[in-house]
């Protein structure tokens, strides 16, 4: 089953345009979500990331909308540019447990110069 | 950028054979990770560890084995290869309840 839905599973933007990922959860005991970031052949990285006492989150050109009401989020990145291609995933996590992050299907996102 | 560290970074082998995937960390985490990830496709959680003399078993079922004897080491182990094995495995590492996890470059494995 899985704990976090994303799409697109790919996405085309061109220079300078805006790219939108969305994410969405179910488990209402999810209180931190992150967004990584992964080029070919290395490992995925934290990007930037987000907890559900904020609607919104902006680090340079990056930003996390989050809509706790409709368990939501999205990543927009804002004057794309070729060097953000990349695969994109967002995650969720909860602090019982095993605190364990849950994955999402990923977004393989291609800028066009 | 994160010490963590994976070797080696490309592995072909044959059927059968036994292999250890490594992972070290440098930063003194206690939490440890290992996923598989088909390429281009979504991280699937195969073992965890809290600490030394830990491991748990992930999401996915595996039929690899892991170990935690030192803090900074926590190596994969295939006992006999299959080509279903084929696929790139992460490690990463986190603080104890930290929510980072810091991942290495992985290992692309090709199992003939």
């Known amino acids: 089953q899985q704990q976090v839905k994303q799409s697109p599973q790919s996405l085309i933007v061109q220079k300078g345009g805006i790219s939108i990922i969305n994410c969405a959860y179910e488990n209402t005991a999810f209180d931190y979500f992150p967004w990584y970031q992964q080029f070919p052949g290395k490992g995925p990285a934290l990007l930037i990331a987000?907890?559900?006492?904020?609607s919104e989150k902006k680090e340079g050109r990056f930003t996390i909308s989050f809509n706790k009401s409709a368990k939501q989020f999205s990543l927009h990145i804002m004057d794309s540019q070729p060097g953000d291609s990349a695969t994109y995933f967002c995650a969720a996590s909860m602090k019982t447990g095993a605190n364990n992050l849950f994955f999402g299907t990923g977004t393989r996102l291609t800028v066009i110069p | 950028e994160a010490d963590i560290y994976q070797t080696p970074r490309y592995l072909v082998i044959g059927t059968g054979k036994k292999i250890t995937l490594e992972c070290s960390q440098t930063m003194g985490h206690d939490k440890m990770y290992w996923y598989q990830q088909d390429p281009g496709m979504e991280l699937h959680l195969i073992h965890y560890s809290y600490g030394v003399n830990s491991t748990e078993k992930g999401d996915l079922s595996s039929e690899s084995t892991v170990s935690r004897i030192r803090t900074e080491h926590f190596p994969l182990t295939l006992e006999s290869a299959r080509p279903s094995h084929t696929s790139q495995y992460l490690c990463a590492s986190s603080e104890s309840r930290g929510e980072t996890q810091y991942f290495g470059p992985g290992t692309r494995l090709l199992v003939l």
């Open positions: 987000i907890r559900p006492d904020v």
